[in-house]
């Protein structure tokens, strides 16, 4: 696992894949959000934020996706996030009606899925 229950893990040549283990949470948040903008200036245009293993989300979670989807889309680039239907996040994201704007999926991450 990497620092603060975010996992960099590259699935295929067209995008980098950020995994959230654990809590996505105020702390968490601010560490994905330093993690997309460091893939981000390293070069990559389409990014996926996998919430597979994500066990909660909070309001400060939430926030940190949609500043993450803000970002990416300022650089003119790509953002999914994956969450499986039913799932805690998936059911607070929507819940939220910002499902859109970050790009939701259930799919797992593969080639060409982005």
Known sequence: MGVDGIRRAEYDE????????GELDMVT?????KAVRGVLEQGAAK?????TPTTFVDSAG??????????????????QVMSPKGSEARV?????????????ADDPPGPSRI
Do not use: K, M, P, Q
């Open 29 to 33: 948040g601010e560490t994905l959000t």
């Open 14 to 21: 067209e995008a980098v894949t950020l995994e959230v283990e």
């Open 92 to 104: 607070f994201i929507e819940l939220s009606g910002t499902g859109s704007v970050l790009g939701l």
């Open 47 to 51: 990014v996926r934020i996998d919430l």
């Open 62 to 79: 939430l926030a940190a996706l949609v500043r993450a989807a803000n970002e990416v889309r300022e650089r003119r680039g790509e953002l």
